[in-house]
């Protein structure tokens, strides 16, 4: 699987982005889908997932209402909804794949990673 990650730019703080994220290969429903992201000096934090069903999502806890996950399993994507941006949220953010299917919140379970895509909050 190759995923592909985009969508990221400058944005105010109190704005919106969209990540998508898009993968090749057949498997992609099967698959458990994640976004992570890392800030300068800091390490990679989970930031959300959806298992292969989409009934399955996780979010990390501080970010719950403002970023919202979902998947076109007919399109290969993953997208990551973010609202209410905060120059804390200034990172580059990979999406990930597992093969296991369901989702995880530990950059360990997942087999692989797009390239990230890099989202600058200004105050």
């Known amino acids: 699987v190759q995923l592909q990650a985009s969508g990221g730019g400058l944005v105010q703080t ?3 982005l969209r990540l998508s994220c898009e993968a ?3 498997a992609f429903s099967s698959y458990g889908m994640a976004w992570f992201r890392q800030a300068p000096g800091k390490e990679r ?3 959300s997932a959806i298992g292969w069903s989409q009934r ?4 990390t806890d501080s970010l719950k ?3 919202a996950i979902s998947r ?3 399109k290969n994507m993953v997208y990551l909804q973010m609202s ?3 120059p804390e949220d200034t990172a580059v953010y990979y999406c990930a794949a597992s093969s296991r299917g369901s ?3 530990t950059a360990d379970e997942y087999d692989y990673w797009g390239q990230g895509t890099l989202v600058t909050v200004s105050s």
């Open 65 to 67: 209402g403002r970023f």
């Open 14 to 16: 109190g704005g919106s």
């Open 45 to 47: 934090e989970f930031v």
């Open 24 to 26: 090749s290969g057949r």
């Open 84 to 86: 209410s941006l905060k």
């Open 72 to 74: 076109d399993n007919a």
């Open 103 to 105: 989702y995880y919140t």
């Open 56 to 59: 399955s999502t996780g979010y």
